[in-house]
């Protein structure tokens, strides 16, 4: 139960465009493993070791969200198959998942952050959950604001949705279809071959107090535990439970009719036998397994866990010309969020989760396509601008990719500046008269003076002073110049405040 409540809340806040939620719970992105390592959040990665001690691999089974959907897509397919204990023991492919560690390990040394996003189980979950199901929940919105329109009520309002990044939606296509494909058929073969979290929590629950163990007087050798255990961890003719891949989903102690095993306090040993595989002995218990102790300890790894945690555009003008679309600048620096301090940062310890894509109002946030920094968010102002008073990204992101600022700080955040394109400049270009990017500029960094200074009745044009701008957008976004804008936003690799 826990573990469905845990998935559907985290995959809401990818799908909850009005950000309600994440007011409410945005913690539980940031009691995620890899990106509390990322954001050198101790009491987060202290409480996961200390109940994955205690209990085995419960983040796994109740707090990892692509955990989480792998049981609900190995769940599906028994009841496709009307056969529910369809698994069989098989051993530890050791040399991949410690290869894929390895790898993590060094891409994160390396500040490779695409790579450590392709690893990252939780990012992974986000970018499946912000391209495959956003779309289909925006839809279903507009469906509804539809239906609410034609009876005029206002209950709901329209979201236009549209593929951000086209690399990263690929990507996240890709591995939804690889680790469905892999859980149809194996159950939890992705955790325990692949996920380089789950090696690591796996090594840590190979000495966990508390663990499921065979009774090999009462076992009778039917294999059903073997058959039921979607981790394919339990070698029931040699009563072995291999814990470093146990989930803790206790399926084996609720499918056992002789009550041979139990999840129980391991004996106090040498730590030589503790790295033995072998099933510690039951003694004979007249007791009958208590079932319910599954929800109880899925609860008490719960709350550990989470103890230290906080909790349609317009396409005319006037409804007559139509306008055309932006088309992006050629920008020689990326813009990142503020609060993200430089490309480096950004680049070392974002997961391209897209919780941040996901929460941003104004649609200004969107997956890079650069090889090196691939799905890592960028902004880009063709469809909105980085509003002063908005710090959503900031609230929300888990890996302290985008370090948590206020609306003031914002304000003073350098992440750019705007160029003027004379080229493109609708004075010049039409004779018209329109001062759009001085108007609606928040810091006054842009002022209007005549063209031609010997003649003050020329046309007007801007001039930015860069020591005043932002890099917020405004002027690119509201520019009337199209396809592109005649004022666009040139990034910088290291943010400063003004």
Request: charged share 20%; with cysteine.
């Amino acid at each position: 139960m826990l573990a469905a409540i845990c998935f559907v809340l985290i995959t809401l806040l990818f799908l909850d465009f009005t950000g309600t939620l994440h007011s409410w719970f945005r913690w539980l992105a940031k009691v995620q493993f890899l990106p509390a390592v990322l954001a050198l959040n101790v009491g987060v990665i202290i409480s996961l070791i200390l109940v994955t001690w205690l209990f085995g691999r419960v983040y796994c089974s109740v707090i990892c969200p692509l955990g989480v959907m792998q049981d609900i897509v190995s769940w599906l397919s028994g009841r496709r198959k009307k056969k529910r204990n369809r698994f069989s023991f098989s051993p530890a492919i050791s040399w991949l998942r410690y290869t894929m560690l390895a790898l993590l390990v060094i891409a994160l040394i390396a500040g490779i952050g695409s790579f450590v996003a392709l690893l990252d189980p939780y990012g992974t979950y986000g970018r499946i959950a912000q391209n495959l199901f956003a779309p289909l929940w925006g839809w279903g919105n507009n469906l509804l604001a539809y239906i609410a329109e034609r009876v005029d009520s206002y209950a709901f309002y329209e979201k236009e949705v549209w593929i951000k990044s086209l690399p990263t939606f690929i990507v996240a296509a890709v591995t939804f279809v690889a680790v469905v494909v892999l859980a149809w058929r194996n159950g939890r073969t992705y955790c325990n071959t692949i996920c380089p979290v789950g090696t690591v929590l796996g090594f840590i629950s190979r000495f966990s107090l508390f663990r499921p163990v065979i009774d090999t007087e009462k076992c009778n050798g039917c294999t059903l535990c073997s058959r039921r255990c979607k981790a394919s961890c339990i070698d029931s003719k040699a009563h072995r439970i291999d814990y470093s891949r146990c989930v803790a989903c206790m399926d084996c102690i609720e499918s056992c009719r002789q009550g041979a095993i139990r999840y129980r306090l391991r004996p106090m040993r040498s730590v030589a036998k503790l790295d033995s595989a072998k099933a510690d002995p039951c003694p004979n218990d007249s007791g009958k397994v208590d079932t319910g102790r599954r929800m109880f300890l899925s609860g008490v790894g719960f709350i550990a866990a989470t103890a230290v945690a906080r909790a349609q555009e317009k396409k005319v003008d006037g409804g007559l010309a139509v306008i055309l679309d932006k088309k992006i600048p050629n920008r020689a620096t990326p813009i990142v969020p503020p609060g993200a301090q430089s490309l480096r940062n950004m680049a070392v310890h974002c997961t391209g989760c897209q919780l941040c894509v996901s929460v941003c109002p104004t649609g200004v946030l969107r997956p890079s396509a650069g090889w090196s920094v691939l799905m890592q968010p960028e902004a880009s102002y063709e469809r909105g601008y980085c509003r002063p008073e908005c710090v959503k990204c900031s609230e929300v992101c888990p890996t302290g990719a985008i370090l948590k600022i206020t609306p003031a700080d914002k304000s003073a955040i350098q992440i750019g500046h705007a160029v003027w394109v004379k080229e493109n400049c609708i004075p010049l270009t039409d004779g018209v008269e329109c001062g759009n990017c001085a108007r609606h500029c928040p810091t006054g960094a842009i002022a209007m003076v005549p063209s031609d200074p010997a003649n003050p009745n020329s046309p007007k044009i801007p001039v930015v002073n860069e020591e005043k701008c932002i890099g917020c957008g405004a002027c690119e976004n509201l520019c009337p110049s199209r396809p592109f804008s005649a004022i666009y936003v040139e990034g910088h690799e290291r943010h400063r405040m003004i």
